[in-house]
């Protein structure tokens, strides 16, 4: 069974930071790209940030480029998402997605909370 787990989620200021992270169970970790993605309120959810496992590109979203950065740990098996200089509108439930060419998984999502 796989399992995508994310944490780190919570309340922050503008401006401040947040490291977001997500752990996978059930699949073999290496062979998956790994990405972000978020839906604020009211909307559709949009793609943050990818990291390709073949070799190790990775991708933004712009209103996000230059502030966050993704990242993998294999013998962790977790992938994490650090973000800086947290703006009013990267609040939003973030959710970690594994995805491969046979099947994609998506996570629970963990809530980011900006405050000005």
């Known amino acids: 069974q796989v399992q995508l787990v994310e944490s780190g989620g919570g309340l922050v200021q503008t401006g401040g930071s947040l490291r977001l992270s997500c752990t996978a169970s059930?699949?073999?970790?290496?062979?998956?790209?790994m990405a972000w993605f978020r839906q604020p309120p009211g909307k559709d959810r949009e793609f943050v940030a990818s990291?390709?496992?073949?070799?190790?590109?990775?991708y933004y979203a712009d209103s996000v480029k230059g502030r966050f950065t993704i990242s993998r740990d294999i013998a962790k098996n977790t992938v994490y998402l650090q973000m800086n200089n947290l703006k009013l509108e990267d609040a939003a439930v973030y959710y970690c997605n594994a995805i491969s060419t046979y099947d994609q998984y998506w996570g629970q999502g963990t809530q980011v909370t900006v405050s000005s």
């Open positions: 990291h390709i496992h073949k070799d190790g590109s990775t």
């Open positions: 059930g699949l073999t970790f290496n062979q998956y790209t």
